[in-house]
């Protein structure tokens, strides 16, 4: 729908704290609790009373789908960041499904998701999962914090016919839209599974999983979430680059949201995709490699620095071998008793056995000196460590 970003439609941005405590917080509330425990505890409760025809559980399951990507597709990927430009019928049909999830209206949705993105893990995040993980998968919404989201700009939502239209009523759009595939199966049931997915990407997705792109805060990628989100669940690349179309940054990672973007171009609905380059993603992927690999370094004992070793002569090491003391040359083998007095490198390198790089490691922890004339003092034999490179 083709908006004018200079001309608001809707003067929400101009909510008072005060009016949002007296009527939009406690709206949000009561509707929060009728749609998301409400609601399902009915229709699991009517549930067995109703028969499963196969029929019914087939477009349950179809219109899962069709509902579900006006979240990830909709409100997500189009409304909170912009990653792509969608035609006034694909917007319609986005606002639509998206309203069958009873998430609350785009604009709602949209500023609460880009103060979250903003302000991830703090105060003022309102899903923090500094909070604990239920109060990010649904607390939050029984909770409603107090406005603390006035720095988040949604002006061009404010200026979008289809998006106040949809905000102006909501609950009346939602009801049918909900309850259209049918009551309990594909109407109930659909959304509470489907509502329950997308809180998983507030919970577990910041709770579970690895962090390849950056760890500075929570977000990180699961399967699991990934597989029951439509691919929302590589959370560390999207927090990493949230206006990437994709999710799943590779062709074969499992990213529907993304194939039906990518699908909805071709098809002349969508376009405008954005990408971040190749060169961008791999230069985060290899810092964070590099920061885990460090951290790894740190955790290992790599022994005396040979820089800390005291220097001795040949003359001095035999003169400690004439006194008892079991030293071998570089090997530092105590277990190879015939080199004890001896220079085994020669041996330990290849001359005997060609030893493994476990074996070269406990060099380290075994060594006690250096003998003069005895290794290459000029190389420093020392692995490189943070900041060596
Ligand atoms: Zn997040
Ligand atoms: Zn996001």
């Known amino acids: 729908m083709s908006s004018n970003p200079t001309v608001p439609l809707l003067s929400l ?3 008072t704290r005060k009016s949002w405590k007296r009527f939009g917080r406690r709206h949000r509330i009561i509707r ?3 749609a998301t425990i409400m609601l399902p505890a009915a229709g699991l409760w009517y549930a067995p009373n109703i028969q499963l025809t196969t029929n019914t559980a087939i477009w349950a399951l179809v219109y899962y789908f069709l509902s579900g ?3 990830t597709a909709g409100y997500h ?3 909170s960041h912009r990653s792509y430009s969608a035609s006034s019928f694909l917007e319609l ?3 639509l499904a998206g309203a069958a999830c009873f998430q609350g209206s785009i604009r709602e ?3 609460d998701h880009r103060a979250h993105h903003r302000y991830v893990d703090t105060d003022r995040d309102p899903y923090s999962i500094s909070k604990g993980i239920s109060y990010a998968h649904m607390g939050w919404l029984i909770i409603m914090p107090g406005l603390k989201q006035d720095k988040v700009d949604v002006s061009d939502l404010d200026s979008n016919r289809i998006v106040v239209w949809q905000h102006r009523n909501f609950t009346a759009i939602a009801i049918i839209v909900a309850l259209k595939g049918g009551s309990i199966y594909a109407g109930i049931l659909r959304m509470f599974f489907f509502q329950q997915a997308t809180f998983c990407v507030n919970s577990l997705a910041h709770w579970l999983g690895d962090q390849p792109y950056d760890d500075r805060h929570s977000p990180q990628d699961h399967l699991f979430t990934t597989l029951i989100t439509f691919g929302e669940g590589y959370h560390n690349f999207h927090h990493t680059f949230p206006s990437d179309y994709r999710n799943g940054v590779t062709w074969y990672q499992y990213d529907p949201t993304k194939w039906f973007i990518w699908s909805w171009k071709k098809a002349g609905l ?9 060169n961008l993603i791999g230069k985060c992927e290899y810092e964070q490699q590099q920061k885990q690999l460090d951290q790894f370094w740190a955790h290992l004992n790599w022994g005396v620095p040979h820089t800390n070793l005291p220097l001795t002569t040949w003359a001095s090491f035999q003169q400690e071998i004439c006194q008892g003391r079991e030293l071998v040359v570089l090997a530092g083998l105590v277990t190879i008793r015939s080199y004890v007095g001896k220079d085994a490198t020669s041996a330990f390198n290849g001359g005997v056995y060609a030893h493994s790089t476990a074996a070269h490691k406990l060099l380290d922890d075994l060594c006690v000196g250096i003998l003069l004339g005895g290794v290459e003092l000029t190389k420093n034999p020392w692995p490189p460590g943070p900041g060596n490179y």
């Open 270 to 278: 969508a376009s405008d995709l954005h990408k971040y380059t190749s």
């Open 109 to 111: 949705w949209s500023r």
């Open 32 to 34: 929060n609790i009728i």
């Open 93 to 95: 049909y986005l606002a």
């Open 13 to 15: 941005t101009t909510m």
């Open 69 to 71: 990507i006006g979240i």
């Open 77 to 79: 990927r189009l409304w």
